[in-house]
């Protein structure tokens, strides 16, 4: 998945944006829990500065797939504040599996489209 | 360098003076803030710490942090919405479907007695209404009391104990009485059947209005701490 996002190319792209709920459960089924700044330092490190996910749009997505049952929350004390970390659930993990063939049918679609020749 | 107790208060005060005024929201964005801004003094350890916010406060856009205080607000209905659901599934199982066939037909009672029983059945619902209402307001008073004295407030409880999204649930079936009478023809001359689904539909909205008046109130505690992990935490 990564790759595409590379592939994507442009770093403010609105073709990130519906791509969002699929990056944050990815990652969270790869890496097990996490807050929200580290999603967006994991991301940014991932595609190396390409993609800032902007912070208005990571928490209401986040709390967005909380409330679909897709991502529990659980919360520890660090330092002298509050940490709320996030980890996937078993039907966060199905919807998971449903989005990434989604994209990938988008992909080879796109590409299909974009470039045909690739496609015979 | 971490950022000392008196910044992490100066977080707190940032985001209320953002229109952020509820703790759970706040959590999340002083901790992500107080973050970015050690991330920041890793690279210039010299840049003050209200530069920093700002530089961190932009990022969230124009609107600042009603996106994210609106689309908590979504979620957290959607949440509400399915815990009355939750509790309202409870009254089809047995035997509590007893006493919603039970309450149907005394309701079935009243209205097939003339429009007379229609009128005593819309005083008696009207001012049990009023009983819940009146028992809503002093709950809400109590809570204003005990948040001038600075507790904490929380979006869920504070939906919670407002109804949700509101009183309006209790006057449904007032209006909807009342939109049947208004017809001019007395419901009573209309067939078992229509009065029995009227009936059935009015003890549904009345049970709706107990379990957002009562059941869930009562076990408010319960469903924070479950919504909240860290409400144990700052509580």
């Known amino acids: 998945m990564y790759i595409y996002i590379r592939t994507l190319g442009m770093s403010t792209s609105q073709l990130y944006r519906g791509s969002l709920t699929t990056i944050i459960l990815k990652l969270l089924e790869e890496n097990g829990e996490m ?7 994991r991301v940014k490190e991932l595609t190396q500065g390409d993609l800032n996910i902007k912070e208005g749009a990571l928490y209401p997505s986040l709390h967005k797939m909380e409330a679909a049952g897709h991502l529990t929350v659980t919360a520890k004390k660090v ?27 988008f992909l080879a679609n796109m590409q299909r489209i974009i470039n045909p020749k690739l496609s015979f | 360098m971490k950022l000392n107790d008196s910044q ?40 003050p710490f209200e530069d920093a916010l700002q530089i961190e406060f932009k990022k969230f856009g124009v609107f600042g942090f009603t996106e994210m205080v609106e689309q908590r607000q979504k979620a957290m209905a959607r949440k509400y919405s399915k ?3 939750k509790h309202l599934k409870e009254y089809f199982k047995l035997p509590k479907i007893l006493l919603l066939l039970a309450l149907t037909m005394v309701i079935y009672g009243f209205i097939s007695t003339q429009i007379i029983g229609t009128i005593v059945l819309t005083i008696i619902i009207t001012a049990v209404i009023i009983g819940i209402a009146v028992d809503g307001y002093r709950k809400r008073i109590k809570r204003y009391k005990l948040e001038k004295e600075g507790k904490k407030k929380w ?7 407002q109804y949700g999204t509101g009183m309006t649930v209790f ?17 009573s001359s209309r067939g078992s ?8 539909i009015v003890v549904l909205m009345l049970m709706v209005g107990y ?19 860290e409400y144990k935490l700052v509580n």
């Open chain 1, 35 to 41: 807050y929200g700044y580290e999603i967006t330092q």
């Open chain 1, 79 to 105: 330092d002298n504040r509050v940490r709320k970390y996030y980890d996937i659930t078993p039907a966060g993990k199905e919807e998971t599996v449903n989005r990434l063939a989604e994209l990938d049918e």
């Open chain 2, 8 to 47: 992490i208060e100066d977080l707190y005060v940032f985001t209320r003076k953002h229109y952020v005024e509820y703790y759970d929201v706040q959590i999340e964005l002083v901790d992500h803030l107080a973050l970015a801004i050690e991330d920041q003094w890793k690279v210039k350890p010299q840049l």
């Open chain 2, 83 to 85: 815990l009355i659901w």
């Open chain 2, 155 to 161: 979006l869920f409880e504070e939906m919670i104990f």
């Open chain 2, 171 to 187: 006057l449904f079936p007032i209006q909807f009485l009342s939109l049947i009478n208004s017809g001019g023809t007395d419901i």
């Open chain 2, 193 to 200: 059947v229509f009065i029995a689904v009227l009936s059935f």
């Open chain 2, 211 to 229: 379990i957002i008046s009562f059941e869930i109130t009562r076990k408010a505690q319960i469903y924070l701490e479950q919504t909240y992990p």
